[in-house]
């Protein structure tokens, strides 16, 4: 699958900033966060634009947009293929997993609800490697809630 292929979009100089920070980070970031490293190489950027691009190339299945966490900012993704991802809940930071769940998941929800299910996402919560370090615990969490 090549992006050639769609009836896609243009390609703007500003658009394909975004959408190279995206695909570089790893660590899931914030609209915000992208709008920093955009910056970096888009001077003149706007918080705006970055922010309809982001939605653009999320409606075009460029990248991923993720809600973790109740009310939380969304992330965006730019591994788009199939994972799952496990959170923070000290300093939000994400990483990715993958985990298969037993067939039988599937048929339990399908049984459950009535839907026919057709995938699932998993999101794991707990304490990053920084953060369940008990010596760094509230240094690290502290540092991170600044960012
Ligand atoms: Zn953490
Ligand atoms: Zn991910």
């Known amino acids: 699958m090549t992006t050639s292929e769609r ?3 243009r390609l703007t100089p500003q658009r394909a ?3 190279e920070v995206v695909r570089a980070a790893t660590d899931h970031p914030t609209a915000r966060d992208i709008y ?6 888009q001077p003149g950027i706007g918080f ?3 922010y309809r ?9 460029e990248i991923l947009e993720l809600q973790l966490g109740d009310g939380a900012v969304a992330r965006y993704d730019g591994n788009t293929g199939h ?6 809940e000290a300093c939000g930071a994400v990483a990715d ?6 067939a039988l998941a599937c048929l339990k929800a399908e049984a459950a609800s009535g839907f026919a299910v057709s995938g699932y996402e998993l999101q ?3 304490r990053c490697r920084d953060c369940s370090r008990p010596d760094q615990e509230t240094a690290h969490a502290a540092e991170q809630a600044v960012g």
């Open 7 to 9: 009836p896609a979009f």
């Open 36 to 41: 920093r490293r955009v910056r970096a190489r």
């Open 17 to 19: 900033a975004v959408l």
């Open 48 to 50: 705006a634009t970055v």
């Open 53 to 61: 691009t982001l939605n653009l190339l999320v409606a075009h299945a």
């Open 97 to 102: 997993v993958r985990v298969e769940l037993p």
């Open 124 to 126: 794991f919560r707990g």
């Open 83 to 88: 994972h799952d991802h496990v959170l923070c």
